[in-house]
């Protein structure tokens, strides 16, 4: 493959910078990178996972929040290629940024991926006719492509034939039966890899005139580049003509002339013939009719009565959403209690490994980091991995059977009125346990603004570890009164989780019609036919998450507990600890046990206090005082950042109670008896805790959050605006309860 | 396979009664739409089935070539059949 000439004299424009693929090194050299294509449900992810086994790796496209998943076959000759699974798309011309991925890399636009050697392109044989409309596109970019007949046990159970020989002559590509989920078929696939396969050399696609006319001036005018075959022009042309100037991709790479050209073609187009968008797509489709039709004999075909039977229970007008409910029910339950033995045993592990490594090094500074730094930063992250896994255990079932699909379709109308798909419910409800796999789960969400809504609200469910906060607050504060058949703490309980809620709602709706405003996005989706779940591809879906999850968002939390844990640590507290220390060593010596312990407990509040976290807590006073907080308080926001129930511990040390816990009785009588030195009122009273709830409820706090958030969303701004917003929200609201509540006369 | 004036009355489908069938005459929508819309199959000429209505009464559910689509009334309303 050569390069063209530098500055060769044809091009006027800057030329399209384009990815060169991989040269091959012989003419019978198996191919380097292999893509897997095909629609969504066509069975892609499986194919891919049969191939590559574990062999897989996880990352992302720069710049945007579409996945990259790559990973290595062994061909029958024993030697290894790359392949790279393509998300599933409709089409070259792309509504959504994973086809917008799939379309720059065959195109060659996409500068860290190069053009694959060969497309793998895989279809549900059930469904050929719709399947083969990109496989169309695609055989007229000139590449190699071996063409995947999936689903090959279906066909064969529901009487349709296909002439595969009459297939491959028509399309000019090599055809192969499989059945990716049996795994049947997949050598015949390998070798077929393996062997030379050639570009097709047909033309299908039946251009309208006019269409066909602009497209060649337009293509002319289109730098020559190696990397893409002369046919390939075409669709860069259409694509060219059919932007709206969303996409920047095509604007970074097409010389600016040509562009403004398209523009004006466009709109001229749009005066003649109204309809060119899309006359292409109906000639393309009575192309792929006649295809079809020589090659498929459906012969006494038994139509999918299986998958309307149980659709008619699954989405039943009173069983379905009955069946959902308890479907969600189930699902949330598992992800929140179900979990907890796991994350105990993490937990405890970490503590025993702690305990011993902390043994071994002496007592001091490095201890210190590697115990309550670094081991306690792991464990934080590790204590996740069980509601990851479970959580993905579901949605992989939900996903493979097709009842996901089906979720969706119940719950559209209601998400729908907030501006959100279907397909936001459960990673809403998920995120009641955790926002962290709750915010991982709205990968299922297709469409990026809906999907960045939903990230962006999942924190206001109330977490599993706001729980302990409530519980000390509402168990110190609220007094145990009967309201009708309900008890006062209960009722707050649940106006804090209700609040939350309710703030998501309004969020999403704010959002939607403002920052995430814009385009209409086509809510129209396929209720793919009911399987039985792939556990070998549920499997790696949990692995990969959960190794994911740790390796990228794993490594920031470890980072910030590191951070933290230096904050809360220095300095090492100056004259008011020496003091204690020395009472201490007195009391140690006298062999006074309980007044050395009363004493350590005070030491470790007076360095609390002493250190830069406790400076920030003072430092914030001004700004958390309208809100009713003290200083102390303020400590525990600022250790709140690693995990919001470590607020009960940092309370605890504070108020000099050693390791007391939410439903200890003295931790709550501290807080309740504690006076102010300089007014003498007390520091925390009923108004306080409401307030202070209420901050909990809304304010953005978990950076453990903000780094999943960071990675799903592959960019800082979002989690930096979502610190900004939901703590702005957090101060405004308990500025109005706290004063509100004074005014009213609450204290 | 165009739709002239004086053709058989078409309807949205969004107004079909489940288990009703019809020919796609037209597809009324942004040039955008319509492009997805008929790329995912639903192209003039092609014959459609309204299955069922989704338990709140949207989406609803449609079946073309035996491919089964979830659509929101507001898209469903754009497009139109010649009843058979």
Redesign the interface.
């Known amino acids: 493959m050569s390069r063209p000439a530098d500055g060769g004299p044809t091009l006027k424009a800057a030329p399209l910078k384009l990815a060169t693929s991989t040269p091959a090194a012989g003419h019978a050299s198996a191919p380097r990178v292999v893509a897997i294509l095909g629609n969504p449900n066509a069975g892609k992810s499986t194919l891919f996972n049969q191939l590559t086994g574990l062999r897989q790796k996880v990352g992302n496209y720069p710049g945007v929040t579409v996945e990259k998943k790559t990973g290595s076959v062994t061909l029958p000759s024993g030697r290894r290629a790359e392949v790279i699974d393509l998300p599933g798309s409709y089409s070259l011309q792309p509504t959504s940024p994973d086809e917008t991925i799939v379309r720059d890399v065959l195109l060659g636009l996409q500068t860290d991926t190069p053009p694959p050697d060969l497309i793998v392109f895989v279809v549900d044989v059930m469904h050929l006719t719709r399947h083969l409309y990109l496989m169309m596109q695609l055989i007229e970019l000139g590449r190699p492509i071996v063409l995947a007949l999936n689903m090959m046990d279906t066909a064969r159970a529901r009487g349709v034939t296909v002439d595969i020989e009459q297939l491959e002559r028509d399309l000019g590509v090599p055809v192969v039966a499989i059945s990716a989920a049996k795994g049947e078929g997949l050598g015949n696939l390998r070798r077929m890899i393996e062997r030379d396969v050639e570009p097709s050399a047909r033309r299908f696609r039946r251009w309208p005139v006019h269409l066909e006319r602009v497209l060649g001036s337009l293509e002319k005018r289109l730098p020559r580049h190696s990397a893409l075959p002369e046919r390939a022009r075409h669709d860069l042309a259409l694509a060219l003509l059919l932007d709206d100037g969303e996409d920047d991709m095509l604007a970074r790479h097409s010389p600016p002339d040509v562009l403004d050209d398209a523009r004006i073609l466009a709109k001229r187009l749009d005066q003649l013939s109204p309809g060119w968008r899309s006359d292409d797509v109906a000639g393309h489709y009575e192309a792929i009719h006649d295809i079809v039709a020589r090659a498929v004999t459906s012969g006494t075909p038994r139509p999918d009565k299986l998958q309307d039977r149980i659709d008619r229970v699954l989405t039943h007008r009173v069983f379905g959403p009955i069946l959902f409910a308890v479907l969600m029910g189930a699902v949330f339950q598992s992800v929140f209690a179900w979990a907890q033995p796991a994350m105990d045993l993490i937990d405890k592990a970490i503590n025993l490994s702690g305990g011993f490594i902390g043994g071994l090094l002496p007592d001091g500074p490095v201890r210190s980091l590697v115990v309550n730094g670094i081991i306690a930063g792991v464990g934080t992250t590790l204590t996740f991995v069980p509601q990851i896994a479970i959580l993905f255990f579901f949605i992989g079932v939900l996903e493979e059977s097709g009842y996901m699909a089906r979720a969706a379709f119940i719950m559209d109308r209601l998400m729908g009125r907030v501006g959100l798909s279907g397909r936001a419910f459960i990673p809403l409800l998920s995120s009641f346990a955790c926002a962290i796999p709750g915010i991982m789960a709205t990968r299922t969400i297709d469409n990026r603004r809906d999907r960045i809504t939903t990230i962006m609200v999942a924190p206001f469910m109330s977490c599993s570890a706001r729980l302990p906060v409530y519980a000390l607050l509402i168990g110190a504060f609220i007094p145990n009164i009967w309201v009708g058949f309900l008890t006062l703490p209960g009722i707050t309980l649940f106006a804090m989780y209700a609040l939350g809620v309710i703030a998501a709602i309004a969020v999403a709706a704010v959002l939607k019609r403002t920052v995430l405003a814009g385009g209409k996005p086509l809510y129209v989706m396929e209720l793919p036919p009911y399987r039985m779940p792939q556990w070998g591809s549920v499997f790696l879906s949990v692995r990969e998450r959960s190794v994911v999850f740790v390796q990228q968002a794993g490594t920031v939390i470890l980072a910030v507990s590191i951070v933290l844990w230096f904050l809360a640590s220095y300095p090492r507290g100056g004259a008011d600890a020496a003091h204690v220390e020395q009472q201490l060593a007195a009391a140690t010596a006298s062999h006074d046990v309980a007044g050395a312990h009363q004493l350590e407990r005070e030491l470790a509040g007076v360095r609390l206090e002493n250190s830069f976290a406790g400076r920030v807590g003072r430092f914030l006073e001004p700004a958390i005082r309208p809100l009713g907080f003290d200083w102390r308080i303020g400590i525990g926001l600022v250790t709140s950042l690693a995990a919001r129930e470590v607020m009960v511990s940092t309370m605890a040390t504070v108020y000099h109670m050693g390791d007391a816990d939410a439903h200890s009785s003295s931790l709550r009588e501290q807080l309740r008896d504690t006076l102010d030195p300089r007014t003498g009122k007390h520091t925390c009273t009923p108004l306080v805790a409401v307030s202070l709830m209420v901050f909990y409820v809304l304010a953005c706090q978990c950076m453990s959050t903000v780094a999943v958030v960071r990675r799903e969303t592959n960019s800082w701004r979002w989690p930096i605006f979502m610190i900004v917003f939901m703590n702005a929200m957090a101060w405004g609201a308990s500025f109005v309860v706290f004063q509100g509540g004074r005014l009213l006369g609450f204290s | 396979?165009n739709e002239f004036p004086g053709e058989a009355p078409t309807i949205a489908i969004d107004a079909m009664q489940p288990g009703d069938s019809g020919v796609i005459a037209r597809v009324d929508a942004?040039?955008?739409?319509?492009?997805?819309?008929?790329?995912?199959?639903l192209?003039?000429?092609?014959e459609l089935q309204h299955?069922?209505v989704?338990?709140?009464?949207?989406?609803i559910?449609v079946s073309i070539?035996?491919?089964?689509?979830?659509?929101?009334r507001s898209?469903a309303s754009r497009i139109h059949v010649t009843p058979c």
């Open positions: 396979m942004e040039p955008a739409i319509v492009r997805r819309l008929m790329e995912l199959g192209v003039p000429g092609t299955v069922r989704a338990p709140l009464g949207d989406p559910e070539r035996g491919v089964h689509l979830s659509l929101r898209e």
